[in-house]
Structure formats: C-alpha cells, structure tokens
C-alpha cells in the first residue's frame, strides 16, 4: 500500500507533462488570438483609410449620408466575424482543457479505486462495510460530475444557440436598415 520510488517518479512525470499540455494549448490559444488582433488592426487601417477617402469625395449631404449607411453593413459584418473568430478560439481552448481535466479526473479516479481495492485486500475482518460505504460515495460523486458535465454541455449549446441566432438578426436588421436609409435618402 505504500508508495514505491517508481510510481513518484511516474506520477510527477505524467505531472509534468499535463503541465506542458496546459502551457503548449493556452500558448497556441494566444498566438491565435495575437494573430486575429493582428490582422484584424491592419484590416481596420485600410478600411478607415478607404472609408475616409470614400467619405471626402461625397459631393452632397445626401451622397454623405448614404455613403455613411452603406459602409455600416460592412464594418458591422466584420465585427461579428471577429466576434465568432475570438468565440471559436475560445470554445475550441476551453475544450481542449476539459478534455485534459476530465483525463486527469478519470486517471484520479482510477487510482483511488485500485488503492481501495488494495485496501480492502488489507483490511481487517468486518471492514467491507466502510469500504462498500467509500466505494457508494465515490460512485455518487462520480454521477454528479457526470450530471454536471452534461448540464454545462448543454448549457454551452443553447449558449452558442442564442448568440447564433442573435448575430444574424443584428446583421439583418441592419442589412434590411441599409436600404431603407438610401431610399430616404
């Protein structure tokens, strides 16, 4: 039952490499998100630069304001586009790590059951009881985490549902404010 050099040895190791994990998936994350910022600045530049130049060369009040409209609908594209950019980066980042939590969760579990099987071999007459106890316990623990794993799953779901639904409504509304605006105009 008691630890020998070997298993310290193998459980700091497969440690430090969940640790590695960890850094490598958040450092990959960032570097994405560094990227998307990047880009995203560089491509606000030239779309300011050119709107400006658009803007300048309206030759009435009436050509202003519909220019003003028409370059609304791209700019707001855009957003949302860097706003489901960052969302994917993130959900992908959170899934990756809930993936290596529940390894680890599985790994840990597996481990307290074989030291509890141990345990049981060793233990005295009449024992059985509180071990069956322990083995009920870590079983109902088992179930809520499960429980509360499906529940935050589809919690995520109805989550990235609504936000969906609510970016394409913004985008057409204001797609379907666009036209409106240049026949007023």
Do not use: C, H, W
């Not at 990959?28 to 630069?49: F, K, P, Q, Y």
């Not at 980066?89 to 990756?96: L, P």
């Not at 071999?121 to 870590?138: E, F, L, T």
């Not at 394409?168 to 036209?179: F, L, W, Y």
């Amino acid at each position: 039952m008691y630890t020998t050099p070997e298993q310290m040895s193998g459980a700091n190791k497969a440690n430090v490499e969940t640790m590695l994990t960890i850094a490598n998936t958040t450092f990959a994350s960032a570097e994405r998100l560094a990227a998307l910022n990047l880009n995203t600045a560089r491509v606000m530049l030239e779309d300011i630069v050119g709107n400006a130049k658009a803007l300048m060369g309206a030759k009435d009040v009436q050509e202003l304001m519909a220019l003003q409209t028409s370059l609304a609908q791209p700019a707001l594209e855009k957003a949302v586009a860097y706003s489901r950019s960052v969302y994917e980066i993130t959900t992908q980042t959170q899934e990756e790590l809930a993936k290596l939590a529940e390894a680890q969760y599985a790994e840990v579990n597996k481990n307290v059951s074989t030291a509890l099987d141990k345990a049981a071999k060793n233990a005295p007459a009449g024992s059985d009881v509180a071990v069956a106890a322990v083995k009920s316990a870590i079983a109902a623990a088992n179930s809520a985490y499960d429980s509360m794993n499906k529940a935050a799953k589809q919690v995520t779901e109805m989550a990235e549902a609504n936000v969906a639904a609510a970016t394409s409504a913004t985008v057409k509304a204001v797609g379907s404010a666009a036209p409106k605006a240049k026949r007023a105009a």
